[in-house]
Each structure stands twice: as C-alpha cells, then as structure tokens.
C-alpha cells in the first residue's frame, strides 16, 4: 500500500474522530455492496462514465457548466446514460460521497449539486469543521440526524467504498480529475463540444 493508499484508507477513522460525541457503529456482516449511480437511460446506446472527486474544482466546473448542456442534449434525450464513478484524492472527498450516498439513489445527484455548488465554503476549516460543514449541507437536503449519524459513523462502507475505488482504478488508470470514459476510451477533462464530437462518434458506431 503507497502514501495515497494509507492515508485514504485512515480516513473512515478520521472522520469518525471527527464527530467526538457519536460512536463508531458496528456490524460484522459482510462488506456493503458500493454502486454506481446514474443519469438517463439504462439502454442508452452511448456510455459516458464520470470518475470525479467532490473536492477537485474542476470537477465543480464540469458539474455546473458542462454537465447541464449533457443533459440537455443527450441524457434527457435517451442518447447517453451517464455513470458517475467517486475519487477519493482526499479525506474531504471521501467524506462527501458519505453524505451525498446517505441521501440513497433518488436524492444523490441532488446533494452532489449542493456539495460542488458549495465547494469553496465546506471545504475550508480543519477536519471537525469540514465535517460539521457537510453534516449541514445533509441536514439541507433533507436527511435527519439519526440518518446522518448512521451513516457518518459507517466504517465498514466508507472502506468498502475505498475497496470499490480502488478496484476502479485497476480498470482505468485514473490519475486527474474529472476523467471521462466515452464508449470504452479513457479521456481527460474536456469542453463540452470535444465531448459532444466523441459522443456523436459513439452514436455512430453504435447505430
């Protein structure tokens, strides 16, 4: 295990200590299953998954900028179903994909919008403060503080989310972010129409 590699896989720990006056839950059943979540339609002829961290500014950007103009043009039209695939630069991003997965499948892309709109101001401060930070922005989303308290003090998943990025790295050598995979092929950050040009190029080949 390298540097990275440790310190994500110390932060479940972390921020659970951030959080004093809870417990750590406990549970020996097996490791909880990490999915993926979606946008558009499962059939969609075109895959395009996202690998992004909650805490990567450009990410911000592509969620607020470019993600909009997708959606316009190919998620709601049937043509693009969009994976969105976590990474865990940080022990910050880890945190919010805790939140944002709290929310559960209908409510996650909702709170991915608060965190990232939100970036610059939960992300400051020292680990209790970022933690506190994120516990409102689930508080404002709708999740109560029984739910909040479950599952910031998930261990077991937070690894297992660790595990599931990790396995995801084996299949895409993600080293930046956002990366995108447009129909199998590994791509960097792009503007929206060089991403529009490689989706059209898909569109075409799967006709």
Known sequence: ??????????????????????????DASAAPEIV???????????????????????????????LPQLKRDYIETGKVLLVYREVYFDRPGLWAAMVARCAGEMRYFGVADIVYRTQREWTQGDAATIAGNLR???????????????????????????????????????EGTPALV??????????????????????ARNQ
């Open 1 to 26: 295990m390298d540097r990275r590699q440790a310190l994500i896989a110390a932060s479940a720990a972390a921020f659970v200590s951030a959080l004093p006056r809870f417990g750590i839950a406990q």
């Open 182 to 203: 447009i129909d199998g092929t590994l791509y960097g950050n792009m503007a929206y129409e060089d991403i529009a040009s490689r989706i059209e190029d898909a569109l």
């Open 136 to 174: 409102r922005i689930g508080l404002s989303a709708g999740l109560t503080d029984p739910e909040l308290d479950a599952c910031m003090q998930d261990a077991e998943t937070a690894q297992a989310m660790i595990d599931n990025y990790e396995a995801n790295r084996v299949e895409y050598p993600i």
């Open 36 to 66: 993926d979540f979606a946008l558009g339609d499962p059939n969609a002829p075109v895959e395009l998954i996202e690998y992004a961290s909650f805490t990567c500014p450009h990410c911000a950007t592509f969620h607020l900028q470019v």
